[in-house]
């Protein structure tokens, strides 16, 4: 007891300026995240970029004289110029309008393998977890199922039926093959959680378990599951281009970043604006939502610095408390 | 060779030079914030052989004082002023010079015993080294381990030699606090610290751990600082006391006179806000309203002067200085108007303005009119003890709880005590868990649990609240508080319109402000948290409310505050609390009825003030002796009851009545007599005057032990 309640003591003065600064409102916790998040100016910047590279995506090509597809026969291989921004490839096809087309398709997959396959993760992990028992021992026979069948050969196998279909049915395959490990992690830690006792108490006033994933244990691995969602918007882009090989989402003659990538870094150092641009591209939309991510789990992390209000005693009480 | 023959350092210093003198000590620590001053100006003396108590709530500073004089502070830390010992100077000493005299001359034991041991090495190994790394040359490894025999000896570890071979997860806590002092005191030290020694243990192992430290002090002749928020403990063990406050000493002085006639407002204010466990009646308690204060820039003036009911205008200008008392050179008080406070004596109550007890309306009808609103049959639970990873295999049962039964009415406090490992908790979880359990039966407002549907155990779950120990753990901290208290009403579907309505209500109702709902948990203070989680509880507007140890984690002066809001709810709301403490002085302040529990049975249940005046079970006896007050003249006095040993395994309890290895009460039969103690199980039956007196004891016998 004597070692937790210095800092309660020294924290206290927090509260009252906190609160104090809007008397009578009170905010539940969708209002609060959503503040701190939008003090958060590195985090609003990103947000920022994500809507710039989407705009950019699909105006892009509007304002482009040059189609994705149409060649210009006068100019192959051509280095970046007023007339064609970005330069040309091999055929004569304008690389800044066929990375414009990439960069619609990639963000789109980028973005929604993320968000999908950390959701899956951390439901599945979190209802194996806390509810245990046989559902969990079903869900992670199914987890070790998908972990050890190598997914390019189920893939392969499976490709045929998946030929010439929309190539959103990607995103839900790349999704698919991507959440085991998380989805692990997330259950051995939702197991220690579950003996807490605000969990215990949740349980206790009748909280159905939906409601206590949701509610209590995911907001405490926010920070985690928010790193492997950044973290798989890149490797979904680049994933991508693996799983073109076997014909299906991103078919010539249309392009993604990630092919865009891959053909143009064999080429690097003879003809660097064949991938220069759409790897830059890439950078900055994986930073972009990196930074979105930071912001998002200070906001959600009471204890984080920089989504606190500025003020003098709320700086030393955090100060004192570390 | 024995202990008081041993060489004692370089010459014995004068009789009356005090063996530690620190002099205007200051440490201070960097933080974002600015610097923290965790002790501000410290002067204090500690004479051979005598024992000072420090006391203080979390944050005052007692803890850092005496890790500077350890020289345990961390490096960032920066200390000034001066630490005598005998006669050198600590401060400034290298970490090297300091490892001589740290362990030989100066011995700590912690709060911790287990973090104090390291986990893969014997007991006997660790006192043996303890010899050794101050005596390499003079002391042979046999010779070492030797000693470490006769030391654990000394400690009260029976069967020492055997036990020396124990690793530290195989000994009980009070075991190891005891192989932590044996440490301690292997090298005849000159000054014993001992930072709240047992604030992790039970209350019968705390007495015998200062039964052992007395006989350490004893045998080594040392100084000893008792370091604790307890004072209780401090009323039986210091000869002299001081009080400290943010960072610095507001009152030092003799320990009788100090109880009895404090001159400061906060000593006052500290001394009325300990239950005492010996009150005929019940008196309010006295809660310090306020927080202590940051300790970054203090403002000037007294530092409690915010939380002082007699705060004068100067009292804010300059802080005071320890000024003797009635030219008492021994008795100095740090406070402007401590003439004032000459005559008051321990009113505090009136000076602090402590709410009046207020009866609830129900509890003038007599109990057996009263509704019953929970009612415990029999209850049984076991845990199945298995081996094995691959191939589990059954080996035992442990009986957590085996049969106990009680009722609680309408609009009473239930109080159920026992140490650690009784099966109290089990009991709990139990009966809020809603299901139908091992045997026995759980009553819920006359609604068996065994019979519920889902919808009605969810229904249910409205009227049966509870309120956890750990106010940290029990909220979840990233829920600002107003969702925390809104949750139960969201579970059980209210509209916004009503939790809009109902948060803030809630919340001023335990005595928060309705602008606190968005804060998080970490901006809250321990005392406030624990709010937050009554507020929760009585959400649902609940009739019965199960408290497990709610108190225990808070400093002395905020419980008092918890302890008046439990109190005040039960009448305002017309509650009824089962209440589950190891703190008796609590149980004594707020329950009416009280079940006493030895190793998952109940050994004595009955209305409380005949339970404490008149124990008719040697265990309670035990446990009540146990129970430091905080009056030295009367704890000087008392004879304490000891246990022998440690709670016996509960997968194989003892036949016949479960407290007989233990019991002081058996002990003193003759052959026949026992035969009875260890072949038949005694059943609760009704003793004593009273018809709500029950205890389980083939022998009992009524005593005031307290």
Request: hydrophobic share 45%; with cysteine.
């Amino acid at each position: 007891m004597a070692s937790v309640e210095p800092t309660a003591d020294l924290l206290d003065p927090a509260g009252p300026v906190e609160a104090a600064a809007r008397p009578g409102a009170i905010l539940s916790r969708r209002w609060l995240v959503l503040r701190r998040f939008l003090r958060n100016r590195p985090a609003l910047l990103g947000l920022v970029a994500i809507v710039l590279l989407y705009a950019a995506a699909f105006l892009g090509p509007l304002i482009s004289p040059w189609d994705y597809q149409t060649s210009d026969y006068t100019a192959f291989l051509a280095a970046p110029s007023a007339r064609h921004w970005f330069g040309t490839d091999q055929i004569g096809h304008d690389v800044f309008a066929q990375t414009m087309r990439g960069l619609q398709k990639s963000l789109t997959i980028g973005l929604l393998v993320g968000v999908i396959s950390t959701s899956v993760a951390a439901v599945v992990g979190a209802t194996a977890g806390y509810l245990g028992g046989w559902v969990d021992r079903v869900l992670m026979w199914g987890v070790d199922m998908l972990l050890v069948i190598p997914s390019f050969l189920i893939l392969a196998i499976a490709s045929p039926a998946f030929r010439g279909r929309s190539w959103l049915l990607f995103v839900v395959l790349l999704a698919a093959f991507s959440w085991m490990i998380m989805a692990r992690i997330v259950r051995g830690m939702t197991m220690s959680l579950r003996r807490r006792e605000f969990v215990v108490a949740a349980r206790f006033m009748g909280a159905p378990a939906w409601r206590v994933i949701f509610q209590h244990i995911l907001p405490q691995m926010a920070s985690l599951l928010i790193i492997d969602a950044t973290l798989t918007v890149g490797g979904a882009v680049l994933a991508e281009t693996g799983l073109s090989y076997f014909g299906f989402g991103v078919q010539p003659p249309d392009v993604s970043l990630g092919t865009l990538i891959r053909d143009g870094s064999t080429a690097s150092l003879t003809t660097p604006w064949l991938f220069v641009f759409a790897g830059g591209l890439l950078v900055l939309a994986v930073l972009s939502v990196n930074l979105v991510g930071e912001g998002l789990r200070d906001a959600l992390d009471p204890n984080a610095r920089r989504a606190r209000r500025r003020s003098p005693t709320d700086t030393a009480a955090v100060g004192s408390a570390r | 060779m024995t202990l008081a023959e041993e060489v004692r350092g370089p010459g014995p210093p004068g009789a009356d030079a005090p063996v530690l003198a620190v002099t205007d000590l200051a440490v201070s620590f960097p933080s974002e914030a600015g610097r923290v001053d965790a002790v501000r100006g410290l002067s204090y003396e500690v004479a051979r052989g005598e024992v000072l108590g420090i006391v203080g709530e979390s944050g005052s500073g007692k803890s850092v004082s005496s890790l500077a004089v350890m020289g345990l502070l961390p490096p960032q830390a920066r200390v000034s002023g001066s630490i005598r010992f005998r006669d050198r100077e600590l401060i400034g000493l290298s970490d090297a010079e300091l490892s001589r005299i740290r362990g030989r001359r100066i011995a700590m034991v912690f709060q911790d015993p287990f973090s104090a041991l390291t986990p893969i090495y014997p007991v006997g190994d660790q006192v043996a080294e303890a010899l050794l790394i101050h005596n390499r040359r003079a002391l042979s490894k046999r010779a070492a381990a030797a000693r470490a025999v006769e030391l654990l000896d000394l400690v009260g570890i029976p069967n020492a030699g055997a036990r020396a071979r124990s690793f530290p997860h195989e000994l009980s806590g009070g075991m190891r606090q005891r192989a932590v002092i044996a440490m301690g005191i292997a090298n005849d030290p000159d000054l014993i610290i001992a930072d709240e020694p047992t604030t992790a243990l039970d209350v019968t192992v705390q007495t015998q751990v200062f039964e052992v430290l007395t006989t350490a002090r004893e045998v080594t002749g040392a100084a000893v600082l008792v370091i604790t928020h307890d004072l209780g403990v401090i009323a039986g063990i210091a000869e002299r006391v001081m009080v400290m406050y943010a960072g610095r000493a507001v009152e030092i002085g003799g320990v009788e006179e100090i109880y009895a006639r404090p001159r400061m407002p906060y000593t006052l204010g500290l001394l009325g806000s300990v239950p005492r466990p010996d009150a005929g009646e019940k008196r309010p308690l006295v809660p310090i309203e306020g927080q202590p204060p940051s300790l970054v820039d203090l403002p000037p003036g007294c530092p409690f002067a915010p939380r002082c009911p007699l705060a004068l205008p100067a009292c804010r200008a300059a802080e005071p200085e320890l000024a003797s008392v009635d030219g008492d050179a021994r008795h100095r008080a740090a406070c402007v108007r401590s003439g004032e406070l000459a005559g008051t004596g321990p009113r505090a109550a009136e000076v602090f303005g402590a709410p009046p007890i207020v009866t609830p309306a129900l509890a003038r009808l007599p109990r057996a009119r009263r509704r019953v609103v929970l009612r415990v049959t029999d209850l049984v639970k076991h845990f199945p003890v298995t081996t094995g990873t691959v191939l589990r295999r059954r080996v035992g049962t442990l009986h957590a709880v085996d049969g106990v039964s009680f009722d609680v009415r309408e609009g009473e406090t239930l109080g159920l005590v026992g140490e650690s490992g009784c099966g109290k908790t089990t009991t709990l979880l139990e009966i809020l868990n809603l299901r139908a359990p091992s045997a026995g039966s759980v009553e819920i407002l006359g609604r068996d649990v065994a019979t519920l549907d889902r919808r009605s155990r969810f229904a249910l779950r409205r009227d049966l609240q509870v309120v956890f120990q750990d106010p940290i753990a029990a909220l979840d901290p990233r829920l600002p508080i107003g969702d925390v208290v809104a949750e139960p009403l969201r579970v059980h579907g209210a509209g916004s319109q009503e939790i809009r309505r109902r948060v803030p209500e809630l919340l001023t109702l335990v005595g928060l402000r309705p602008g606190q709902a968005s804060c998080y948990p970490a901006e809250l203070s321990g005392g406030q948290r624990q709010r937050v989680g009554i507020a929760r509880a009585l959400a649902l507007r609940p009739q019965v409310l199960v408290l497990d140890e709610p108190v225990s984690a808070l400093d002395v002066s905020i419980q008092a505050g918890v302890i008046n809001l439990l109190d005040g709810l039960k009448a305002e709301l017309d509650l009824s609390y089962l209440f589950v403490a190891h703190d008796l002085a609590v149980v004594r302040h707020i329950a009416d009825r009280v079940a006493v529990m030895y190793l998952g049975t109940i050994v004595e249940i009955g209305e409380a003030g005949s339970v404490f005046t008149a124990a008719q079970h040697p265990y309670t006896q035990a446990l009540l002796s146990a129970i430091p007050i905080p009056d030295p003249a009367r704890e000087r006095r008392r004879r304490r009851i000891l246990l022998e040993g440690d709670l016996p395994d509960p997968a194989n309890p003892p036949a016949g009545c479960r407290f007989r290895t233990r019991c002081p009460k058996f002990a003193t039969l003759d052959r026949r007599q026992r035969d009875r103690c260890v072949q038949e199980e005694p059943r609760l039956t009704r003793r004593g005057a009273l018809p709500d007196h029950e205890a389980a004891c083939h022998y009992a016998e009524a005593r005031d032990v307290l």
